[in-house]
């Protein structure tokens, strides 16, 4: 990746000689730093200048409008930089570079380098312009390194058909990127189309960071970062999953931080988090906490959530996912905590594994499978207890109860509204919750069916 410093000189010097016979010249429009010209003085008197001025002249006119001292190297003679679908201007004493643009607005993945090598000298990108990536309605995903410090305004304003999103740090609202001038606008100027989004670093994600992009189904949070705002995600109502990476340093989560994200499913604080304000996961119907610290540090408001099911001390010798289906040890025995899966058929084991320790899977939690729609589960005979809400709103057709079951919670099958209940055992035993069926589905006892071809099936 080179271009020749001759290649350049005899360019311009042809430049010069076309200038002095009185040829019109014209600018490379897609870039900001070559829209530069001459004043219409100069451009209509006689050119007396001599061709050494007029390179000095030529030079200075291909000053960046955003860093006087970047010049446009859009174009090139090496084939890896012709190929780049970006315009970008040079700060040549730095040594970095800013993109001002995109050449193909009709691209559908853009994936910046982090640097460029000119005349054997490295340049590291460290800013996207405003507008940059305007109206590339194409384009499903950007993908901008960790090298970049600065982030304009409207960078992203008119992509559309956006889907993932990867970033250097949020700063600011994201909606502040698509155009917005203010957070309460993010459900606005956020395409619809974005779901993932992944930061790679920063310290914190700000207050309003993400309010209301209610498309927005999954975000990974960079372990640098420290803070999360209040209301950061306030009202995202199709979040599903937060990941924070290992070895997080994030100590605190303000009030309201996921107020209303109401399709989350699980989320695992990690140890360092020391404070959590009032109603930061309130009316997260669908949540299960894990939490690596064993009990409730004093800075964690009481109020931090609402009935959401609990489970502290979490780590790798007592936790797992497996084929969608989380797991927790209490008392040297498996609870089903939460399927977070996409199969349709689920088939919950009599045992589990983890760290080569084998484990029976005898409680199925509460909430587990809370509003899964659309699912077949099958629930082997090691299982005794079912806890609250455990298929809350579930579309499942049917449901077979094994008559190792000696305890069901309050409300199991609520909301379940196409439901059909078979008991193995052939009265509801005394553990049994007397709300268990509080949506009085069908049920039909033991003595009421049998099995064909292990499939219930009516006397």
């Not at 609202?173 to 779901?195: H, I, M, Q, R, W």
């Amino acid at each position: 990746m080179k271009k020749a410093n001759g290649i350049r000189i005899l360019s311009a010097l042809l430049m010069a000689m076309t200038t002095l016979c009185g040829c019109a010249g014209g600018t490379n429009d897609s870039s900001p730093s070559s829209s530069a010209t001459m004043s219409s003085e100069e451009s209509s008197s006689n050119v007396t200048s001599s061709s050494s001025n007029y390179l000095s002249s030529l030079s200075s006119a291909t000053t960046s409008s955003e860093e006087s001292s970047s010049t446009d190297n859009s174009s090139s003679n090496d084939p890896y930089l012709e190929e780049l679908n970006i315009t970008y201007t040079l700060d040549e004493e730095n040594h970095t570079y800013i993109v001002t643009g995109v050449k193909d607005k009709q691209a559908e993945d853009i994936d910046l380098p982090r640097e460029l090598t000119i005349d054997n000298v490295i340049y590291v990108l460290v800013r996207i312009g405003d507008s940059a990536f305007s109206s590339c309605s194409s384009l499903t995903n950007i993908t901008i390194p960790d090298s970049v410090t600065s982030i304009g305004e409207s960078a992203f304003e008119g992509c559309n058909s956006l889907e993932s999103l990867t970033l250097p740090f949020i700063d600011t609202y994201l909606g502040y990127y698509f155009g917005a001038t203010t957070y309460e606008d993010n459900s606005t100027y956020v395409p619809e189309s974005l779901k993932t989004i992944i930061i790679l670093g920063g310290t914190s994600i700000p207050a309003d960071a993400f309010y209301e992009c209610s498309s927005l189904t999954s975000i990974v949070i960079p372990n640098s970062v420290t803070s999360i705002g209040g209301s950061a995600f306030n009202n995202c109502t199709q979040l599903q999953h937060v990941t924070f990476e290992p070895n997080s340093k994030l100590e605190s989560i303000s009030g309201g931080a996921f107020y209303r994200c109401t399709s989350l499913i699980s989320i695992i604080i990690p140890n360092s988090v020391t404070s959590i304000g009032y109603n930061a996961f309130f009316s997260c119907y669908s949540l299960t906490i894990y939490c690596e610290v064993s009990e409730k540090p004093s800075k964690w408001d009481s109020a931090a959530w609402y009935n959401n099911p609990v489970y502290w001390g979490i780590n790798e010798n007592n936790f797992i996912e497996k084929d969608g289906i989380q797991y927790v040890i209490v008392d040297e025995e498996a609870v089903v905590t939460r399927y977070i899966g996409t199969s349709t058929n689920v088939v919950i084991p009599t045992t589990i594994e983890i760290n080569g320790n084998t484990y029976d899977v005898t409680s199925i939690g509460d909430n587990a499978f809370y509003r899964c729609s659309a699912l077949i589960i099958t629930i082997p005979d090691s299982v005794t207890s079912i806890g609250n809400y455990a298929f809350y709103g579930c579309s499942t057709a049917s449901i077979t109860i094994p008559n190792s079951v000696t305890t069901v919670g309050g409300r199991v099958f609520e909301s379940c509204n196409s439901l059909t209940i078979y008991c193995e055992v052939s009265e509801k035993p005394s553990g049994w919750d007397d709300y268990w069926n509080f949506s009085n589905r069908p049920v039909y006892w033991g003595n009421e069916w049998h099995y064909e071809n292990g499939v219930p099936t009516l006397n």
